[in-house]
């Protein structure tokens, strides 16, 4: 058996991706820029979709710079529309005036990613910022830990990284969330 590269995805394919998150997730007003970072983190690494970016541990956990830069280009070209909220120092993201055009041009793509937006949709659209910082930050600990790293080291790991969460937090994040969510994309397929 071979492994196939997965096909790039391209610029406009990820603009596409970002309207729709935005569309999707973003009428409550409660989606900001940290958000829109986790929901890709935990698309990509967490449910399995290429969504074209790679992600490093930054301030508040996962974060992509080409992603961040992308939002700002789906901002301008209005697939996505960002308001900054001064009072509350925080960013809220919501569909754009052209956000049906920007996702046209990437309609077979999303058509291909719509499953995994489902399954983000289902496990995790009452979470908030905070956790999804938390489960985000879990699943890229637990995608780069050695091969016979035990979970306590990886709930160490955690805490050292973000001491604001408590030890059963990460804890269960990690046995009830991240584990069966890294097991339902490993787990062979049936056709």
Do not use: W
Not at 98 to 110: G, Q, R, T
Request: hydrophobic fraction near 35%; aromatic fraction near 8%.
């Amino acid at each position: 058996m071979t492994n196939v590269a997965p096909a790039p995805v391209r610029t406009m394919e990820k603009l596409g991706l970002i309207s729709r998150v935005a569309e999707r997730f973003g009428s409550s007003g409660r989606l900001g820029k940290k958000a829109v970072q986790k929901i890709f983190h935990i698309l990509d690494e967490g449910l399995g979709v290429n969504t074209g970016y790679t992600f490093t541990i930054y301030t508040y956990g996962a974060f992509s710079r080409d992603l961040a830069g992308d939002l700002d280009i789906a901002s301008a070209v209005g697939g996505v529309d960002i308001t900054y909220v001064d009072y509350d120092n925080r960013y809220i993201v919501k569909a754009g005036s052209s956000c049906e055009a920007v996702k046209y041009k990437a309609n077979a793509y999303l058509d291909s990613v719509e499953s995994g937006l489902d399954s983000f949709a289902s496990l995790f659209d009452s979470s908030n910022v905070n956790h999804l910082e938390l489960l985000s930050t879990m699943v890229f600990l637990h995608k780069r830990r050695s091969p016979n790293e035990a979970d306590d080291s990886l709930v160490e790991k955690l805490i050292s990284l973000k001491p604001k969460y408590r030890r059963d937090e990460a804890e269960r994040c990690l046995t009830e969330e991240v584990k069966p969510l890294l097991q339902r994309i490993s787990a062979p397929s049936i056709e």
